[in-house]
C-alpha cells in the first residue's frame, strides 16, 4: 500500500519563477493538508483539501500561493514569483474520510524548495 | 484562538538517560496525537490517546493523557540514538482541525 507521495522531492527556483509541487494522498484518503516548515521550526498549517474544494486556506498566504485538489491526479500547491523567504519545506498529508480532520494524519517525504 | 503548547524546545541527553516532553491545550482535547520527525525526515504517526488519564506505551516509550484532558507527556527511557529526532503533540480544535505543538527536540550528547 504506497503511502503519500509527494514530487519533486527538491525543488531549485530564481526569484520571480513559479514553484509547482504535487501531492497524491495515500490510496482511499480524501483529504489532503499541506504544510510548511523552516528548518529547525515546527509545522505550519497552511491549507485544508477535499476533492474538488478546498475547506480551510487559513494558513495560506492570500498572494502567490494556491492550492487545488482536482477530481482525477495530484494535489498541487502552487507558489507564484518565488522570493527567497518561499524556501522551505513543504509537507503534504492525507487523511481516510472519517471523523474528519482530527484523523491522523500521513505525511508524505516533503519537497525542499530552495529559492536561489 | 486554541493553541497547544509544548515543552521543552530542546532537550539534550546523554545516551542511556530519559526524556520527557510535554504537550498543554489551552481547551480540552477530544483526542491527542503524537508524531515524530527525524532530522531530514517527514512526521511519522506514533500514538492517539482519547481517554481521560490514558496511559500508552509502545516499547521504552510512554504516552499519558491527562485526567482533564488538556495536557500530556511523552516519556522515553534509557533513551538511545534512534530516538533522535523532534517529537509534536497535535490535538483538534472545536472545528476538528490538527493544532499542533511547536516540538521538542531531542538531541543526544556525544
Redesign the interface.
Known amino acids: 500500500n504506497a503511502g503519500v507521495m509527494q514530487n519533486p522531492r527538491h525543488l531549485v527556483r530564481r526569484r520571480g519563477q513559479e514553484a509547482r509541487l504535487r501531492c497524491s494522498p495515500m490510496k482511499g484518503h480524501s483529504h489532503v493538508y499541506w504544510y510548511r516548515q523552516l528548518p529547525e521550526e515546527g509545522l505550519k498549517f497552511m491549507v485544508y483539501l477535499q476533492k474538488e474544494n478546498i475547506i480551510d486556506e487559513s494558513g495560506m498566504p492570500k498572494e502567490r500561493f494556491s492550492a487545488e485538489f482536482p477530481k482525477e491526479g495530484p494535489s498541487i500547491l502552487r507558489i507564484q514569483q518565488v522570493v527567497r523567504g518561499d524556501s522551505a519545506a513543504y509537507f503534504c498529508a492525507s487523511s481516510p474520510q472519517t471523523r474528519g480532520r482530527s484523523d491522523t494524519q500521513y505525511f508524505g517525504p516533503g519537497t525542499r524548495l530552495t529559492v536561489l | 484562538g486554541q493553541q497547544v503548547m509544548q515543552i521543552p524546545q530542546y532537550q539534550h541527553v546523554q545516551e542511556g538517560e530519559d526524556f520527557t516532553t510535554y504537550c498543554n491545550s489551552s481547551t480540552t482535547l ?2 491527542i ?1 503524537w ?1 515524530k520527525q527525524r532530522p531530514g ?5 506514533l500514538i ?1 490517546l482519547v481517554k481521560s488519564g490514558e496511559v500508552k506505551k509502545q516499547k521504552r516509550l510512554t504516552f499519558q493523557f491527562g485526567e482533564a484532558k488538556k495536557n500530556s507527556s511523552l516519556h522515553i527511557t534509557a533513551t538511545q540514538t534512534t530516538d533522535v529526532g523532534t517529537y ?1 503533540c497535535a490535538g ?1 480544535d472545536s ?4 493544532i ?4 521538542t ?1 531531542l538531541i543526544i550528547k556525544p
Request: aromatic letters at 24%; zero cysteines.
Open positions: 477530544s483526542n496525537q508524531y525526515g517527514h512526521p511519522v504517526f492517539q509534536f483538534p472545528n476538528y482541525q490538527l499542533w505543538g511547536a516540538g527536540k
